[in-house]
């Protein structure tokens, strides 16, 4: 238990700024995967898909309520879904 916590405080001092709160990063993930969902072409999906590996990196150090933690993959699954329709298999 103690390494856990020794870890947790060791990786809060590399972050060069507090990690936005998880309502936010929710809040980004709800339009990212909107965004992606309306595009019609991969050139459009491409850079929403660098914006959602971003955010993805930011959730380090976050801490998500169960709600929240159900919002988020809920919008990674809408995400991708809509991703992989953007390249269906030939």
């Given amino acids: ?3 856990a916590v020794l870890f947790a405080a060791l990786a809060a001092c590399r972050q ?3 990690p936005p ?3 936010e990063i929710l809040a ?7 965004a992606m969902c309306a595009c019609k072409d991969k050139a459009c999906g491409q850079p929403l898909r660098v ?3 971003d955010l993805t990196r930011e959730i380090s150090g976050v ?3 169960a709600d ?3 919002g988020l993959a809920t919008e990674d699954q809408r995400f991708m879904t809509c991703m992989a329709a953007l390249d269906p298999p030939k």
């Fill in 1 to 3: 238990m103690r390494w």
């Fill in 16 to 18: 060069a700024e507090p």
């Fill in 21 to 23: 709160p998880g309502s």
């Fill in 28 to 34: 980004k993930t709800r339009a990212l995967s909107a």
């Fill in 51 to 53: 914006q959602w590996d």
């Fill in 63 to 65: 801490t998500f309520s």
């Fill in 68 to 70: 929240q933690v159900e």
